[in-house]
């Protein structure tokens, strides 16, 4: 199997098994991503617990790419600090549209596969936007008021 067939399969996994798709009941921060060029819409919503993504789901529609992108983003940050979902947002921004290391997304073969979009430049948007939309919820709940009160 070629590297583009492989990269070809995991996004495909992706794109009909997505994971963490759905809503969530009681989200922290909600946003909505667009990306018109391509029609893609995603809507990412986080629970937090601290400064820990505990739950994370998207909905929305679009190409293939956006959504496999979403499935694959919302995995890799689940249950990991803000502070690392954010600089696998930079890793990966970094591989798609900068210097095209992989160094930054710390032996991520999934996301490493979306490597095989950049052959295709207007879809390199489609894959940054699920990311774009995390970012914009960590800045988010990173400027909100926090509530020093437990809960319960
Ligand atoms: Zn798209």
């Avoid at 989200?27 to 667009?34: K, Y």
């Avoid at 979403?70 to 890799?76: D, K, P």
């Avoid at 999934?110 to 950049?118: F, T, W």
């Amino acid at each position: 199997m070629s590297l583009d067939d492989l990269y070809k399969e995991v996004i495909l996994d992706h794109y009909q098994h997505p994971r963490n798709r759905g809503q969530l009941t009681d989200p922290d921060v909600a946003t909505r991503g667009h990306n018109p060029l391509c029609g893609d819409e995603i809507l990412l919503a986080v629970k937090m617990d601290g400064d820990v993504i505990e739950d994370i789901a998207f909905g929305g529609r679009g190409c293939s790419i956006s959504q496999a992108a979403a499935s694959m983003m919302t995995e890799s940050v689940k249950g990991h600090p803000t502070t690392d979902a954010s600089a696998l947002a930079a890793g990966f921004k970094e591989l798609m549209s900068g210097s095209g290391s992989t160094e930054g997304l710390g032996g991520n073969e999934d996301l490493e596969a979306l490597q095989g979009v950049k052959k295709f430049p207007v879809r390199v948007k489609c894959a940054l936007l699920p990311w774009t939309a995390l970012l914009e919820i960590i800045d988010t709940w990173e400027h909100a008021p926090k509530e020093t009160a437990a809960k319960g």
